[in-house]
């Protein structure tokens, strides 16, 4: 069965840090790019980072540029997020999607993992 | 920058109706790559339609996909009570990579 699985969130206070982690299965990890998006509470979904599949492109959305890093260990079939300098804003479900590049979706999620950056 | 601008914000609808939902773009956006999503509460999201009108695997023929340049449209020809969700329209590729509209809320009336 195809399937990711996020791992890794948690409360953390403005100002901490929290590495995220996605397992890959039933699928060729290696072969695929891989994003990471999330979902503030009672808002829409929100882009975060993109990574290809040899790490060898790597974007992120302005709002965590600086702050986030994104990486893989194929080795692994797993996907990173590395998050410093929370800020309150950051609150949300994060999920790991894969990029589909022969039709450019995103056709396998992870259930999520949910982030509370708070005091 | 590209933004993606859906409408209506909610849609309210009984089933067996039709379902017409906006995706504009603030620029103009290739149609291979324009997918739609599909939410349930509690959910992650699916994926519906990529390349503006080719279905995932598995999705039903009443979802439909349509339009080029800034204008697409997520059809859903009749709604089945599995079919109320929140979906959002996604454009892959330009800067920023990759950009999802505020979705549409199909609700029943």
């Known amino acids: 069965e195809v399937q990711l699985v996020e791992s890794g969130g948690g409360l953390v206070q403005p100002g901490g840090s929290l590495r995220l982690s996605c397992a890959a299965s039933?699928?060729?990890?290696?072969?695929?790019?891989m994003n990471w998006v999330r979902q503030a509470p009672g808002k829409g979904l929100e882009w975060v980072s993109y990574?290809?599949?040899?790490?060898?492109?790597?974007y992120y959305a302005d709002s965590v540029k600086g702050r986030f890093t994104i990486s893989r260990d194929n080795a692994k079939n797993s996907l990173y997020l590395q998050m410093n300098s929370l800020r309150d804003e950051d609150t949300a479900v994060y999920y790991c999607a894969r990029l589909n590049r022969g039709i450019y979706g995103m056709d396998v999620w992870g259930q999520g993992t949910t982030v509370t950056v708070s005091s | 920058e590209i933004v993606l601008t859906q409408s209506p914000g909610t849609l309210s609808l009984s089933p067996g109706e039709r379902a017409t939902l906006s995706c504009r773009a603030s620029q103009s956006v290739s149609s291979s790559y324009l997918a739609w999503y599909q939410q349930k509460p509690g959910q992650a999201p699916r994926l519906l339609i990529y390349g503006a009108s080719s279905r995932a695997t598995g999705i039903p023929d009443r979802f439909s996909g349509s339009g080029s340049g800034t204008d697409f449209t997520l059809t859903i020809s009749r709604l089945e009570p599995e079919d109320f969700a929140v979906y959002y329209c996604?454009?892959?590729?330009?800067?920023?990579?990759?950009?999802f509209g505020g979705g549409t809320k199909v609700e029943i009336k």
């Open positions: 990574i290809s599949s040899s790490s060898s492109t790597i």
């Open positions: 996604q454009q892959y590729g330009s800067s920023p990579q990759l950009t």
């Open positions: 039933g699928f060729t990890f290696s072969s695929y790019s």
